[in-house]
């Protein structure tokens, strides 16, 4: 009896074993699964940290939707601005003014940590983190790479031409910005919108360092047809300031889920904005 005893917990351990390796080479296997590119880059480049824990895939922060308007697109912006501008300020009426653009999450997207750049210097430095693309069909027209690459599959749908066909209706510098600025306001404006007394201009020209132009991320455009906004919106770029209509800002996200991040919808003699809740 006694051997027979012996046999059956040997096999008992066997059986175990057996099972114990097929489970940790099921986990191992698993694991190369969920990060293939990572593995695959680890193989064909000994400079890349080879760490299977972690995998590519950007996943965007989405707010509680029990929160209000408010309170999610704050919560979302707060991802990109440590420091959320005080109410009855400058920076905060900008906020409201320009602000749709910081909910954007996309992988690769530049933003800057603030709502102001304030001079030449800081423009370039912010400018110099971004990774630009030619706009299709354009000598000029730059973006960042992958607002450019969600435009060009808009244009792919339909003819969808620059507002004026320059340089000055993509990416700006400061110089720029300024430029325009003078063109339809001074310093006595600046003053009053500084002051919270003027807040229509903003809907014709951003004041110097604030515009959504200089992130790379906004394109002036002749759009005048519901299927030139449905390839727009279907990729991303959206009407966010009101009353400039020609001015697109690209947001990444599909209209669907735009109000999951707090921003409302304006219709305003016919043209449809997605506006900041603040």
């Known amino acids: 009896m006694k051997p027979i005893l012996q046999i059956a917990a040997f096999v008992t351990i066997i059986i175990f074993v057996s099972v114990t390796l097929v489970s940790v080479h099921k986990v191992f296997r698993d694991q190369l699964i969920l990060t293939p590119q990572i593995a695959k880059e680890c193989l064909t ?6 760490d299977n824990s972690k995998s590519s895939i ?18 979302t912006i707060a991802k990109k601005i440590p420091t959320i501008p005080q109410d009855d300020t400058f920076e905060y009426t900008l906020l409201r003014s320009y602000g749709t653009v910081f909910i954007n999450q996309e992988s690769g997207i530049n933003l ?28 000029e027209c730059y973006l960042q790479k992958t607002a450019a690459a969600a435009l060009n599959k808009a244009k792919s749908l339909e003819n969808i031409p620059l507002k004026s066909g320059y340089a ?18 001074n310093s006595e404006t600046l003053a009053r919108v500084k002051a919270g007394k003027e807040t229509k201009i903003l809907g014709l020209v951003a004041p110097p360092g604030t515009s959504q132009h200089l992130w790379g991320l906004a394109i002036d455009l002749q759009v005048s047809t519901s299927t030139q906004r449905q390839a727009l919106n279907e ?5 966010t300031v009101v009353s400039d209509l020609p ?17 409302q919808q304006k219709t305003i003699q016919g043209i449809k904005y997605w506006v900041t809740p603040i």
């Open 168 to 185: 000055g209706d993509c990416l700006r510098n400061f110089a720029t910005n300024l430029r325009f600025w003078n063109k339809y306001a």
């Open 235 to 239: 990729n991303g770029w959206f009407q």
């Open 112 to 139: 800057p940590q603030k709502v102001i750049l304030d001079n030449e210097s800081e423009t370039k430095s912010f400018q110099k983190t971004m990774s630009i693309a030619l706009v299709d069909g354009t000598q």
């Open 58 to 75: 950007n996943i965007p922060f989405i707010p509680d939707q029990k929160l209000d308007d408010q309170q999610r697109f704050l919560a």
């Open 247 to 263: 001015h697109w800002t690209y947001l990444s996200q599909s209209e669907d889920d735009l109000p999951k991040f707090g921003l």
């Open 45 to 50: 480049n000994s400079s890349l940290p080879c």
